[in-house]
């Protein structure tokens, strides 16, 4: 699975973003999506994660939880981080990654439980 994400910027404290990550290979129906960041010097990080197909079931980091909303339109093969009152704490580069549909459906919030990564995009929140 080939994964593209955008939508990263440059924002004061406050604001909004929405990050998208679309798959140019395969549909994403079946598998389970998520977003992860990594803050430079830090390790990568759990955001939020969307199930399968209708996408009705999400769960979030902490952090996160009430300013961020994942979701999925299979129409678009798209999925989608909105990102509200964005603080200096979220800066960091954000990964969309996918979880094989071979695999169990659980919430599974560790790096290693993806397979596959898109390349990135660069959220930077000032104060």
């Known amino acids: 699975v080939q994964l593209q994400a955008y939508g990263g910027g440059l924002v004061q404290a406050g604001a909004s973003l929405r990050l998208s990550c679309v798959a140019v290979?395969?549909?994403?129906?079946?598998?389970?999506m998520s977003w992860f960041r990594q803050a430079p010097g830090k390790e990568r990080d759990f955001v939020a994660t969307?199930?399968?197909?209708?996408?009705?079931?999400?769960y979030y980091a902490e952090s996160v939880k009430g300013r961020f909303t994942i979701s999925r339109d299979s129409a678009k093969n798209t999925v989608y981080l909105q990102m509200n009152s964005l603080k200096p704490e979220d800066t960091a580069v954000y990964y969309c990654?996918?979880?094989?549909?071979?695999?169990?459906?659980?919430?599974?919030?560790?790096?290693?439980?993806?397979?596959?990564w898109g390349q990135g995009t660069l959220v930077t929140v000032s104060s």
């Open positions: 969307v199930g399968r197909w209708s996408g009705s079931s999400a």
């Open positions: 290979d395969r549909a994403l129906s079946s598998y389970t």
């Open positions: 990654a996918a979880r094989s549909p071979y695999k169990t459906s659980i919430i599974a919030t560790d790096p290693g439980d993806y397979d596959y």
